[in-house]
């Protein structure tokens, strides 16, 4: 079960995140998401537990507690959807005004 964890502090590592979801059952990964630019933290990050039952134990028991002093949000992970891009158009798209 794919599990989405926001309002995470910018200090919280991967492994904080494993720890703390450890005592639901097994992980199979813990990841916070880094900002390719900054190299820092985007406050979120997702939990993979072996067992969906695990996984909804999880969200019920941690979802706004506090990590690390800040009240977290745990819920299922919705998957990506393709949404449309704002401006799709390259520069050779562009048309001349006159």
Request: glycine share 8%; aromatic share 8%; hydrophobic share 30%.
């Amino acid at each position: 079960m794919n599990i989405y964890v926001g309002n995470l502090p910018y200090q919280v590592t991967d492994e904080d995140l494993r720890i703390a979801f450890q005592a639901y059952g097994e992980v199979s990964s813990a990841t916070v998401i880094i900002d390719k630019f900054s190299n820092r933290s985007k406050g979120f990050g997702f939990v993979e537990m072996v067992k969906k039952e695990d996984g909804e134990s999880a969200i019920k028991e941690l979802n706004n507690t506090d990590l690390k002093g800040r009240q977290i949000i745990v819920n299922e992970a919705r998957p990506k959807t393709d949404a449309p891009r704002r401006n799709t158009r390259s520069f050779g798209d562009r048309r001349e005004r006159h």
